[in-house]
Nanobody, 114 residues
């Protein structure tokens, strides 16, 4: 059973920063493409970022380009999402996952509000 443990969320003011982490219990982590998703209140879950096994093949949704950076540490089975210049529209629960997309973890809540 693959497990995802997200952490690092919190409440910040607009313009603030947070660094999310996701620890993955999967033997093949170092060969997995990892995805970050988020789900805002009342909205569907959306893909936010992707990172390839070697930290390559990175993609971001347009709304976070230039503000979010994803990275990974294969030795620690961890993927990160550095979020800067946060906006109220970034408020959501953030999750990580990998194909073929397993059961979602608990996620970590990010609230951006003045």
């Amino acid at each position: 059973q693959v497990q995802f443990v997200e952490s690092g969320g919190g409440s910040v003011r607009p313009g603030g920063s947070l660094r999310l982490s996701c620890v993955v219990s999967r033997f093949t982590f170092s060969t997995d493409t990892m995805y970050w998703y988020r789900q805002a209140p009342g909205k569907r879950r959306e893909m936010v970022a992707r990172i390839g096994p070697l930290g390559d093949n990175i993609w971001y949704v347009d709304s976070v380009k230039g503000r979010f950076t994803t990275s990974r540490d294969n030795a620690e089975h961890t993927v990160y999402l550095q979020m800067n210049s946060l906006k109220s529209e970034d408020t959501a629960v953030y999750y990580c996952n990998t194909p073929p997309f397993f059961d979602w973890g608990q996620g970590t809540r990010v609230t951006v509000s003045s």
